[in-house]
């Protein structure tokens, strides 16, 4: 089984629409993080967290808010989705513990927003 | 902000030939790594660098940690057909205990069988 998972895999969805997507992780990293990518444009961080308590905006938090559930798991919303939110979205996890930095992948959402 | 630039930003090669890509940053880093993303998936580490001057391998591919620690290098020798997608490079810098990674756009490997 996959050490982070992210639901749904795919989704279309329309403008105006409240949508939320869910990362679990089986890793047992207290670090969780959100990104977006683009084509052309890397990785973007959106949110980070670094435990329960802890959430942090990254460098294109607008349009997006976030919840850490519980250790292992981590929501994205979009609470009013417009089509410049069409998008890969990709969850990772990390280990303080280790020092090392490491960032963990889950297979990505791919979201439209028509 | 910090950037990271990555070149090249793609590369299409005959099968069985050496690659060669590199990031540099406007500010130092304390941590490189490289990762691949195969399509439709997420990105998968592939090696970590954690001191200036270091050099680590993985299988045909060897990534250096720059003196200057404000770049990095990836090598793939004796390309092969699964080798292709997009290889990343993320800088960190961690005493700001941030853990925050910085990515470079990427580079999209094509290989040519």
Known sequence: ??????????????????????????????????????????????YYSFDVKDINKGEISDGYSVSRQAQAKFSLSLESAIPNQTALYFCATSDFGTGKGEQYFGPGTRLTVT | ?????????????????????????????????????????????????????????????TAQFGITRKDSFLNISASIP?????????????????????????TTLQVKP
């Open chain 1, 1 to 46: 089984d996959a050490d982070v998972t992210q639901t749904p895999r795919n989704r279309i969805t329309k403008t105006g629409k409240r949508i939320m997507l869910e990362c679990s992780q089986t890793k047992g990293h207290d670090r969780m993080y959100w990104y977006r990518q683009d084509p052309g444009l890397g990785l973007r961080l959106i």
């Open chain 2, 1 to 61: 902000g910090q950037q990271l630039n990555q070149s090249p930003q793609s590369m299409f090669i005959q099968e069985g030939e050496d690659v060669s890509m590199n990031c540099t940053s406007s500010s130092i880093f304390n941590t490189w790594l490289w990762y691949k993303q195969d399509p439709g998936e997420g990105p998968v580490l592939l090696i970590a660098l954690y001191k200036a001057g270091e050099l680590t391998s993985n299988g045909r591919l």
């Open chain 2, 82 to 106: 699964s080798d292709v997608g997009i290889y990343f490079c993320a800088g960190s810098y961690l005493s700001s205990n941030t853990g925050k990674l910085i990515f470079g756009q990427g």
